[in-house]
Every structure is written in C-alpha cells, then in structure tokens.
C-alpha cells in the first residue's frame, strides 16, 4: 500500500482565496483524522471522521473550516476565506485498530 | 481528562550516548500510549506503541519504552544515539477507550552531536 497520500504537498495562496487539502486513506481502514500543526501550538486535532461520518468536529476552528468524506478513499479539508493565521502543516491520518498511519502532510502558506 | 507532559522541549546528546526522552501522562482509562517521530519536513512515523500488554515495548530503530503505572510515565530510551535520530518525538495517549483521538503532547526535540 502506498500509504496515506496527501495533495497538494505545497499551498501558497492569498489572503480570502479558498484552499482545499485532500487525503486519500490506506485502504481498508475506517477511521480518518485531520491535524495540524503549528510552532504555537504544536499538533491539534481539527476533526476526525468514522465510516465516513464525521465523529468530533470540536477542534474545527472556526466555520471558515469544513471537511468531508464523501467515501472511504476520499477526504477533504477547505477553508474559506484563508487567513495569514491559518498557514501551518496539515496532517491526515488513517486508523487501523488503535494505530494511526500519518500523510506526508500539506505545508499551507497563506500571505 | 487525558494529557501529556513532555518535560524536556529539547534534549542534546553526544552521537553513541545513551537517549532519554520523558513522557508522563494522564488518563480516565487504561491508557494505550505511543511514540512518534517526526524528522524535519516529514509526516510522523510510528515508533512504538503500547496497549495494555508487555510493559517494557520494543520499537523501530532500537527504541524502547517502558509503561510504569504507579509512575505514569512512558519514558523513551535508546542505548546509543546516532546522528540520524535527530528528530522531534512526540508521546500521544489515547484519550478514550474506544481508541480515538489522540492526546499529543508538546514533544521534545532531540539532538544528536557529532
């Protein structure tokens, strides 16, 4: 398996431009995560995902954030309008059992 | 709640030198507790884990870490550093029994002298 695979690997937009971050899941696993993480911060769960059905969304930081999982092999992330604020690395894990498998992540960088 | 400390935000160590990074945690639950590693610009990878078995876990690497109960801890230790253990390592509990949603701590950056 090719593991968890995210795109872009890269993002840099302006201020108000909307951003959408994939995540496509190892196969077979039905729990997927999005993270990110920041120097403050450190790594923050935004909101994970069971069967596809969102499970705990508290750590979405504001509305300008959603994220869907219309099948199993497929996940995304937007915010609409980016803010400066907003840029950090994003993370997406899969869940087999109680092991997480990571992405390579997305580095965002909004300017 | 559930939490972890990492007590060290950054540890230096001379290459062939032992490692020890701290971790303590706390949990409602029988905890189940793991360590990542992060190498600069790159996704966590999994290092070991611990789920209510074995108390003293084998990881990748030549880690190991021992759960201790009566201490809460799950200390990382490697017997001899080499240069590419240059990393951040993060200690993560599970926060609820039904394994989901990590609990990560702050981690601790380790540095491996030449």
């Known amino acids: 398996d090719a593991g968890v695979i995210q795109s872009p690997r890269h993002e840099v937009t302006e201020m108000g431009q909307e951003v959408t971050l994939r995540c496509k899941p190892i196969?077979?696993?039905?729990?997927l995560f999005w993270y990110r993480q920041t120097m403050m911060r450190g790594l923050e769960l935004l909101i994970y995902?069971?069967?596809?059905?969102?499970?705990?969304d508290s750590g979405m930081p504001e509305d300008r954030f959603s994220a869907k999982m219309p099948n199993a092999s497929f996940s995304t992330l937007k915010i609409q309008p980016s803010e400066p604020r907003d840029s950090a690395v994003y993370f997406c894990?899969?869940?087999?059992?109680?092991?997480?498998?990571f992405g390579p992540g997305t580095r965002l960088t909004v300017t | 709640a559930q939490s972890v400390t990492q007590l060290d935000s950054h540890v230096s160590v001379s290459e062939g030198t032992p490692v020890l990074l701290r971790c303590n945690y706390s949990?409602?639950?029988?905890?189940?507790l793991f360590w990542y590693v992060q190498h600069p610009n790159k996704g966590l990878q999994l290092l070991l884990k611990?789920?209510?078995?074995?108390?003293l876990v084998k990881g990748i690497n030549g880690f190991e870490a021992e759960f201790k109960k009566s201490e809460t801890s799950f200390h990382l230790t490697k017997p001899s550093a080499h240069m590419s253990d240059a990393a951040e390592y993060f200690c993560?509990?599970?926060?609820?029994?039904?394994?989901?949603?990590?609990?990560f701590g702050p981690g601790t950056r380790l540095s491996v002298l030449p």
């Open positions: 993560v509990v599970i926060s609820n029994p039904y394994g989901q949603n990590f609990v």
């Open positions: 611990y789920t209510s078995a074995a108390t």
């Open positions: 196969s077979g696993h039905n729990s």
């Open positions: 995902f069971n069967n596809n059905v969102p499970i705990d």
């Open positions: 949990s409602s639950y029988s905890p189940s």
């Open positions: 894990a899969s869940e087999q059992g109680t092991e997480q498998y």
